[in-house]
């Protein structure tokens, strides 16, 4: 597949082909299958491959947030998977992710009605490709994907403003196959605060009904986007273990997104996983390394303990193509982020939302042969690749 010339991309966005607001949007975003390269090592003077993790293959991966498709890049509605995207996800080696479905905008307008099309789009690509995807509702289900060489998409959300006030959409989300959710994104919601939100109040009353509800139904709760309060207050008031999918340790870098040590230890202490992401936001500006990305997993290793922490990577499996087109999409996105009131801290025109050196649809095995060039054991390994993941999954889904 080759990226989409200018002639294209200009009659794509006379017919509103292209967007710019959140959804789905195919190859006019310049995300292609590559050519598979050699790994960057840790360490310039370290040979190629040197170290290379030979577990890989047999593991159970899992990044926890993640999608065949465009992510956490400007596009428009829901676009058939391309067969770059399926080929790129095939050869991953990934078990399962965590796809976010949660749709509307920070004020929530439209969020239940956006929300279940996402959720219909999913069910659609499902069927699409049995091959190569596979739907996740169990941990058998993971367990099979992996048997079978393809790759469990689990339906997710990042905010809760399509439950419009109304906890009984817990259950219809649940019945849907929806066995993630995050409760605020970055701003003020009926559960809580997000983490771009001044007044960084906590739970409130219907979150904790939220909360309670999504424990009973056997939905993981993810604290990602939230407020520091009201982080802090799902740990405490979970009567489950928790998650953070896509974090960063603010004792690196202090960012909104980012969570304390304080944080990451009780969220340790009552079972739950926090997983490290690719984004600009594991360094104070420029564009994050893979080195930046080893130096958050392992400072989180070191404060929550092997057994508590994971990758989600909140990026597209399929790697991104920086055409002068897609750097100009980029930029108008992250201006109506803005506009919006919720880019973050550290979201910048000239700085993109991946780890270069760690962009390629085998990223996953990337990290465990830095981690193995490192010294760490096969068995932390394979926790961090997915195996934290899946032991949370088994205490909170029903």
Partial sequence: MQPISRR????????????????????????????????????????????????????IVIDNLATPGPFNVPNSTAAPYSAAMIANARAS???????????????????????????AFLEREL??????????????????????????????????????GDVSRVDLFHGLGVRI???????????????????NAGLSAFGREVVTRMATLGILVDVSHCGRRTTDDAIAYATRPIAATHTSCAALADVPRAKTDDQLRRL?????????????????????????????????????????VGVGSDNSITPLELTPAFRALHADFVRQRRAQGIS???????????????DHPRRMERIADRLAARGHSSARIEKILGGNWLRLFGETWR
């Fill in 8 to 59: 294209d991309f200009a009659a794509l966005t006379a017919t509103g082909a292209l967007g710019a607001t959140g959804g789905w949007l195919g190859d006019a975003l310049h995300v292609r299958a590559r050519a598979t390269d050699p790994l960057t090592p840790l360490d310039p003077a370290t040979p190629t491959r040197h170290g290379a993790w030979p577990g890989y293959d047999a593991a």
């Fill in 93 to 119: 080696g990934i078990t399962a992710v965590n796809v976010t479905l949660s749709g509307g905008g920070p004020t929530g307008s439209a969020a239940f009605e956006s929300t279940v099309r996402n959720l």
């Fill in 127 to 164: 069927d699409a490709h049995p091959d190569a995807l596979a739907r996740i509702r169990t941990v058998a289900d993971i367990r099979r994907a992996k048997a079978e060489r393809r790759v469990g998409l689990i339906a997710g959300f990042q905010d809760t403003t399509m439950l419009e």
């Fill in 181 to 199: 959710i995050q409760l605020t994104y970055n701003v003020r919601n009926l559960v809580g605060d997000g983490c771009l939100e001044p007044g």
């Fill in 268 to 308: 340790a202490a009552k079972g739950g996983v926090a997983g490290m992401y690719m984004m600009p936001f594991l360094r104070l500006s420029g564009q994050p390394t893979g080195d930046d990305f080893i130096r958050h997993l392992e400072h989180a290793v070191n404060v929550m303990g092997e057994d508590h």
């Fill in 344 to 358: 973050a801290p550290g979201e910048d025109e000239q700085v993109f939302n991946h780890v270069p050196d760690l």
